[in-house]
Each structure stands twice: as C-alpha cells, then as structure tokens.
C-alpha cells in the first residue's frame, strides 16, 4: 500500500500564492507519475497539472503561467506551486500518484482545500 499526505492547502487573497504538497510513503513505485487535481462544488473532478517520472509536464490551460509542478525523487514528493490565485480556483486539491509501468496502480491523497477570496 501507499499512503500520500497533502499540506499546503488555505484561505489566500486573489493574486497571492500557495505551495501544496504531497508526499508519498509506503511502497512506493519504481517509476511513477504524479498528478494535481481540482473539484469544485458542484463540478467534476479535472485534472490541473502532470509531472512524469523523467520531469515533463502537462498543464490545464486554466492554469498555465500561474502554476508551477515539481517534484522530489529523493523524498517521493511532488509540488504545486499556484501563483497569481484566482476566485475561480478554489476547490479541493487532489495528488493523484501512479506506477508508470504494468499492472498500473493509483492512490489518491486526502484532499486539501483552496480557497482564493475577492
């Protein structure tokens, strides 16, 4: 099993900045890519940002520029470093972590909530 535990979450101001992470523990994978994703009230689940195991990464265009995804090998940690926040991001946050190779497992952390005042 692995476990992932979410911080960072809170209640900033619109055009401040939070920095959310999840951290892997357990028996963790190999090869592994990391995801962030958001669920707002009343909304589906959707995927914010993706950092592969070699680095890459993939943004929705919602957050692109104002978003950053990092990651830690070494600590099976990864980041989400949200800048210039918006009202339109609030919603939970989600770390969503999966073996990148046969059979393909994923976990999900807990959730964290963001909430961006006007």
């Known amino acids: 099993q692995v476990q992932l535990v979410e911080s960072g979450g809170g209640l900033v101001q619109a055009g401040g900045s939070l920095r959310l992470s999840c951290a892997a523990s357990?028996?963790?994978?190999?090869?592994?890519?990391f995801a962030w994703y958001r669920q707002a009230p009343g909304n589906e689940r959707e995927l914010v940002a993706t950092?592969?195991?070699?680095?890459?990464?993939d943004y929705a265009d919602s957050v692109k520029g104002r978003f950053t995804v990092s990651r830690d090998n070494t600590k099976n940690t990864v980041y989400l470093q949200m800048n210039s926040l918006k009202p339109e991001d609030t919603a939970v946050y989600y770390c969503?972590?999966?073996?990148?190779?046969?059979?393909?497992?994923?976990?999900w952390g807990q959730g964290t909530q963001v909430t961006v005042s006007s």
């Open positions: 969503n972590y999966m073996k990148a190779y046969f059979p393909y497992t994923e976990y």
């Open positions: 357990g028996r963790t994978f190999s090869v592994s890519n």
């Open positions: 950092i592969r195991n070699g680095g890459s990464t």
